[in-house]
T-cell receptor, first 114, second 112 residues
Framework: AQSVTQLGSHVSVSEGALVLLRCNYS??????LFWYVQYPNQGLQLLLK??????LVKGINGFEAEFKKSETSFHLTKPSAHMSDAAEYFC????????????FGRGTSLIVHP | IAGITQAPTSQILAAGRRMTLRCTQD?????MYWYRQDLGLGLRLIHY???????GKGEVPDGYSVSRANTDDFPLTLASAVPSQTSVYFC???????????FGPGTRLLVL
């Protein structure tokens, strides 16, 4: 079985501040982990993914995430928020425990204040 | 390359009516998926297909059916729509189940 928990349905930051979006997963076998972003009235697009290579994964638009097995976490960070980062962010897990069918978290809405 | 197209973009439907949401991809991906997105609930998987000719049930399959006659098309049918099926529906595809998913622009459905 696999599951994903995203802590905080909304995160609010000031422009230029650190962005931290939390994701914890549950999987009895090594997982593939993904972060997707959804801009208003659009479909989701991939930000980055972890596939058991490097634990620190760099994605598009300056985002990165670190896989921490001991904490079962895959938090998304960006050093300096930009207004254009305002969007909905989804964490997803895929593993053999779920027949590799992805399970998505409920999403976190990032609000960026000027 | 268009990627994934969905039709219609939006629809208002009377309860009890039959409706088919269309999804077509031009990436020759093996796997395709249908999700519904509801406020506060995130994305929930309705049905999926790992390859042409096969389909599987997701988390919320009741009231929906799918078919996968070929690689490119993956239509989703609501046999008799109910108001609880009001949602935004996203189709997605990937090379395989553990690979990156590519999403369509969505279909906004209102069932009255």
């Amino acid at each position: 079985a696999q599951s994903v928990t995203q802590l905080g349905s909304h995160v609010s930051v000031s422009e230029g501040a650190l962005v931290l979006l939390r994701c914890n997963y549950s999987s009895s076998v090594p997982p593939y982990l993904f972060w997707y972003v959804q801009y208003p009235n659009q479909g989701l697009q991939l930000l980055l993914k972890y596939t058991s290579a490097a634990t620190l994964v760099k994605g598009i638009n300056g985002f990165e995430a670190e896989f921490k097995k001991s904490e079962t976490s895959f938090h998304l960070t960006k050093p300096s928020a930009h207004m254009s980062d305002a969007a909905e962010y989804f964490c997803a897990v895929s593993s053999s425990g779920g027949s590799y069918i992805p399970t998505f978290g409920r999403g976190t809405s990032l609000i960026v204040h000027p | 390359i268009a990627g994934i197209t969905q039709a219609p973009t939006s629809q208002i439907l009377a309860a009890g009516r039959r409706m088919t949401l269309r999804c077509t991809q031009d990436m020759r991906h093996n796997a395709m998926y249908w999700y519904r997105q509801d406020l506060g609930l995130g994305l929930r998987l309705i049905h999926y297909s790992n390859t042409a000719g096969t389909t599987g049930k997701g988390e919320v399959p009741d009231g929906y059916s799918v078919s996968r006659a070929n690689t490119d098309d993956f239509p989703l049918t609501l046999a008799s729509a109910v108001p609880s099926q009001t949602s935004v529906y996203f189709c997605a595809s990937s090379e395989g189940p553990r690979e990156t998913q590519y999403f369509g622009p969505g279909t906004r459905l209102l069932v009255l």
